[in-house]
């Protein structure tokens, strides 16, 4: 079972989210592990003439009152619940995305949760700016969900991708993390891998066609290979107490992880991010873009082994 040991929780809204701060203290009680609250804020501009003086004494009140925050959310919760736990409360002022990120690499943190930022004027998206960059670069594990989620997950996915270019690595990852949180939470669990024949609609016209019983042979053995890597990454966690589903789609898989989780009515969603060429770690491919993009539920990132943050580089 998977067990994170050290856990960052990113405060940058307030009130502080109840919900995700609830679902931090039960996992951190659950893992034995340590909770860090970092509440962040963009700080005041003492370079304004009209803060000059005080400028300082401001940012300094900013963080109290940030600290402050956290001991108001904390408040809420019943003594017990908390009390053989490590709880440590941190304020800081500047990017929150940046000092999340830093914070992890100086502290050891393998797990960073915060409550999903909608941003102002649209429907559909469910993560915001500094969702998204720590999506994209944080080093560990990165949890999000919206406020309103439920106490408990009902039904999660985990998709994979055991022939990527990631490697192995990567899917026993999410396997570990989805079927842990399943066997804690009492939740189903819907494994899915998407799989297609790569240059198929070039292959069955035009100039590159070949005749249908050759292609045919080609998606029969490429869905084969697929199947068998599927079966190998799944079968170690197939004795585990939980309904275990697996789904074997053909399609794309931005689309299908999507359609899954509003057919299921998914609460999480555990996936890879893969770093491509140019700035390791900037961009995280496209089927965790398309899925990030329109998310119907919360999201567990699972970083491949090696990967290295973009902002820990400069």
């Known amino acids: 079972m998977k067990r994170f040991q050290n856990i960052l929780f990113l405060a940058d809204s307030y009130p502080v989210s109840p919900r995700g701060l609830e679902r931090a203290i039960e996992l951190a009680a659950r893992n034995h592990a340590r909770l860090t609250l970092l509440a962040v804020a963009e700080p005041i501009d003492s370079s304004d003439p009209a803060l000059a003086a005080p400028g300082?004494?401001?940012?300094?009140?900013?963080?109290v009152g940030l600290l402050s925050g956290l001991d108001e959310a904390l408040?809420?919760?019943?003594?017990?619940?908390?009390?053989?736990?490590?709880?440590?409360?941190?304020?800081?002022?500047?990017?929150?995305?940046?000092?999340?990120?830093?914070?992890?690499?100086?502290?050891?943190?393998?797990?960073?949760?915060?409550?999903a930022e909608r941003p102002?004027?649209?429907v559909r998206r469910l993560f915001g700016s500094t969702d998204m960059?720590?999506?994209?670069?944080?080093?560990?594990?990165?949890?999000?969900?919206p406020d309103?989620?439920?106490?408990r997950h009902r039904r999660l996915i985990a998709a994979i991708d055991p022939l990527s270019e990631a490697g192995d690595g990567l899917d026993r990852k999410i396997l570990e993390l989805a079927t842990s949180l399943a066997?804690?939470?009492g939740a189903d669990l819907d494994v899915i891998h998407v799989w297609r024949l790569?240059?198929?609609?070039?292959?069955?016209?035009?100039?590159?066609?070949i005749s249908e019983t050759e292609l045919q042979h080609l998606l029969r053995a490429t869905e084969a290979r697929h199947r068998a890597a599927v079966d190998h990454a799944v079968e170690p966690f197939r004795a585990m107490p939980i309904v275990l589903r697996v789904h074997f789609v053909k399609g794309l898989p931005g689309e299908a992880i999507q359609a899954l989780a509003q057919?299921?009515?998914?609460?999480?969603?555990?996936?890879g991010t893969v770093g491509r060429t140019g700035i390791p770690g900037f961009f995280i491919g496209n089927t965790a873009e398309q899925v990030l993009g329109d998310a119907p539920c919360g999201v567990l990132a699972v970083k491949p082994e090696g990967f290295r943050s973009p902002v820990l580089a400069t």
């Open 183 to 185: 066997l804690i939470e």
């Open 198 to 209: 790569p240059g198929e609609q070039f292959l069955s016209r035009g100039r590159a066609r």
């Open 263 to 271: 057919r299921r009515d998914a609460d999480l969603i555990v996936m």
């Open 56 to 63: 300082q004494s401001l940012n300094n009140a900013l963080q």
């Open 148 to 151: 309103a989620a439920l106490p």
């Open 75 to 115: 408040a809420q919760f019943d003594p017990e619940q908390r009390s053989n736990l490590q709880i440590q409360t941190r304020a800081a002022l500047g990017v929150p995305y940046l000092l999340a990120i830093r914070a992890i690499a100086e502290h050891g943190h393998d797990l960073v949760m915060k409550a």
């Open 133 to 145: 960059h720590l999506l994209r670069k944080a080093p560990c594990p990165v949890w999000i969900e």
């Open 120 to 122: 102002n004027g649209t």
